[in-house]
């Protein structure tokens, strides 16, 4: 060592360009991985009026209540099955009242035109008794012949009134169709499939919803870890930089102020990331709440510290035999197969008749009592049996029922191909969540491995063992260590996410038993 100025000039070893290139990769990449496993969010936090803590469970039920796609979904359910209670009228009478009143400007008549009539009479005798007294003492009877004649008579136009011109009508209709060819009962079954259809895109909303509010859940808490974890190594950093400068200015023989303003920058660096890292969290939290059906000014915080990690444990060939059990998706299918199935028996049923029992029962009110307007006429009812035989209608019926058919052969072949590619998303799902445990066993020996190799270069770095650029790169390592371990935590849960969301929830509580916690 020499005198050179108020400060002693160290001789060290030049910093290799090497090694300095290797501290800056290293926390370019710890900053690039932390910025890409946080949640996104715009570049100003809103501000939270409203911050509670909530465990995952009542999060789902805020988010199950909140969610406006839920009730939506309820809705079609409810207009499915209208839609199936009116088939179901089909099968039952039809009964109607009528009524109604009229006033005609005059009352209704029929004349009868004048007309002759020629009345013959024949020959006939007849006997004529001439009282006593005329022609003797005693009566006398005198026997009269009268010869054959034709009467004439004219008869003058007549004006008959039929009804007077204020009338009110009452009447009760019925009408039961008693064969249809099978037309009613593939209306029923296409609705019922409708119904079940439905049913299935509300449990699709719900799997839909739960999914979504995991991932923010597990994405606040992450953001959460990465956060803590920019705090912490921050911290060290910093520490090291007084370190270092303590032995910058004490003059030791292996630290220079190039190695200073190394360390400088690179906790600046990681101040800077802090400050994303913090708005990330506070970002997350909010899009939890929005996820929630909750305010925008509302913020929610993960009541849990830790991702869940439950390695899955089961068969990949009953696992997915179990999805077509539970899947929405399957089931919806099946669903439109049935209704399908349904549309060809409607179809059919044109070429058969159609049978209906038919009955009136009327009342008529008319102040008069002649004419038309007689007692007989003013009550009465009427049955009847009604048939509609179609004969040749252009093949309409043919074609329909063609058309009908090949429907049904497209959503069976549909079917061959959504169990193929269910099959294949849950093999994927699966050999991912299998993958995701082998990187959490990886990551995690590498994290124990990086924390430990930083506490020996620090205590090596203390007793100037060991250059700056190796202290400054090990604790980065461990930082980007650790995120990649949170991380890989984070992909397993929301695999497992994935695939509740995939093959249904009922899936999962069947499969309680194979979960290794």
Not at 105 to 124: G, I, K, Q
Not at 321 to 341: H, I, N, T
Not at 371 to 394: H, Q, R
Request: proline share 5%.
């Amino acid at each position: 060592m020499r005198s050179g100025g108020p400060f002693m000039i160290v001789k060290s070893p030049v910093i290799s360009s090497r090694r300095l290139k290797v501290a800056v990769n290293v926390g370019a990449m710890l900053a690039v991985a932390c910025c890409a496993f946080a949640v996104r969010g715009d570049s100003t936090a809103p501000p939270s009026t409203s911050d509670e803590v909530m465990p995952l469970d009542e999060c789902l039920a805020v988010a199950l209540q909140n969610n406006h796609r839920r009730p939506a979904s309820r809705f079609a359910v409810a207009v499915a099955e209208a839609q199936h209670r009116q088939a179901l009228s089909g099968y039952w009478p039809q009964l109607k009242a009528q009524a109604s009143y009229q006033h005609m400007d005059e009352p209704l008549n029929f004349v009868f035109p004048a007309s002759v009539v020629n009345v013959p009479t024949p020959a006939s005798t007849a006997t004529i008794t001439v009282p006593a007294g005329m022609f003797g003492p005693n009566p006398l009877q005198i026997p009269v012949s009268v010869p054959s004649q034709t009467v004439t008579y004219t008869a003058p136009a007549q004006d008959v009134r039929l009804m007077n011109p204020d009338s009110f009508l009452g009447s009760v209709d019925l009408s039961w169709l008693v064969y249809d060819g099978g037309m009613r009962g593939g209306l029923r079954q296409q609705a019922q499939g409708y119904v079940d259809a439905m049913k299935q895109e509300a449990r699709r909303t719900d799997l839909d919803i739960g999914d979504s509010v995991r991932r923010m859940y597990y994405g606040a808490i992450l953001a959460r870890q990465l956060r803590q974890l920019g705090a912490d190594t921050l911290a060290r950093m910093e520490t090291t930089l007084k370190l270092t400068e303590t032995m910058y200015r004490g003059g030791a023989g292996r630290v220079n102020k190039t190695d200073y303003l190394d360390a400088k920058v690179m906790v600046e660096t990681i101040r800077a990331l802090v400050a994303q890292l913090d708005k990330n969290e506070a970002m997350a939290r909010a899009a939890l709440a929005n996820t929630m059906g909750l305010s925008w000014q509302s913020s929610i915080t993960p009541k849990d510290s830790e991702l869940p990690y439950t390695p899955l444990a089961a068969d990949l060939p009953a696992l997915v035999g179990d999805a077509y059990e539970f899947s929405p998706d399957w089931k919806r299918l099946e669903a439109g197969l049935q209704a399908s199935d349904g549309a060809v028996k409607t179809a059919r049923s044109g070429h058969f008749p159609k049978v209906a029992l038919t009955g009136n029962l009327h009342k008529w009110w008319n102040s008069y009592n002649a004419g038309m307007a007689t007692a007989a006429n003013k009550l009465g009812w009427v049955v009847g049996v009604g048939l509609e035989l179609p004969i040749f209608d252009g093949f309409l019926v043919r074609n329909q029922v063609a058309e009908a058919r090949a429907r049904l052969d497209q959503l069976k072949e549909q079917r061959f191909l959504l169990r193929e590619g269910l099959g294949l998303q849950i093999k994927d799902i699966f050999l991912s969540i299998d993958a995701a445990r082998k990187a959490h066993d990886a990551t995690l020996a590498a994290m124990t491995a990086a924390s430990e190799n930083r506490d020996l270069n620090l205590r090596a770095y203390q007793n100037e063992l060991v250059e700056t650029d190796k202290v400054i790169r090990a604790q980065l390592t461990e930082a980007l260590m650790s995120a990649q371990y949170y991380k890989n935590r984070y992909d397993h849960a929301a695999l497992l996410s994935q695939l509740a969301l995939v093959v249904g929830t009922e899936i999962s509580r069947h499969l309680e038993g194979a979960f290794q916690h």
